[in-house]
């Protein structure tokens, strides 16, 4: 049977926090089943807890021993590489800012300035990842 190695009470204690605050439910999950191991659960306990398939448990821990936290990140997966660089985004938000009902204006200043063809909704795409910032209340 397969299990995390014992671990110091610093490391356990960094896997606590990343299972109780980290911003992806992957990452704390990841970390929720390395304690859990540690802890003396085996694979299969771990998979009726989790509801994760075994050969992704067992590849957690495998990274863990290999990587330490590092291997609890998601790597970087494939995919197609992005049209617009960050501050072509931003020219396209301050477009969108002049006339923010008028997309298509904005998507033909955009592709005459810089000479790249896009959706309408893939700049609706990026423009839904930009954060809006609060206005404090006066």
Avoid at 51 to 69: F, P, T
Wanted: hydrophobic share 40%; glycine share 4%; charged share 30%.
């Amino acid at each position: 049977m397969k299990f995390a190695q014992p671990i110091p009470e610093e490391v356990r204690i960094t896997l606590q926090e990343m299972y109780m605050n980290h911003p992806t439910f992957r990452c704390r999950q990841r970390a929720q089943a390395i304690l859990l191991s540690t802890r003396g659960f085996s694979i299969t306990e771990l998979w009726s807890i989790l509801d994760v398939r075994r050969d992704a448990i067992s590849g957690w821990i495998d990274r863990w021993e290999d990587e330490g936290l590092l291997g609890l990140y998601d790597r970087p997966r494939a995919g197609r590489p992005t049209i617009y660089t960050s501050a072509e985004v931003d020219l396209l938000k301050t477009l969108v800012d002049e006339e923010p009902r008028q997309i298509k204006t904005a998507q033909t200043k955009l592709a005459d300035m810089t000479q790249k063809v896009a959706s309408t909704s893939t700049l609706k795409r990026l423009l839904k990842k930009i954060p809006i910032p609060l206005e404090a209340d006066a």
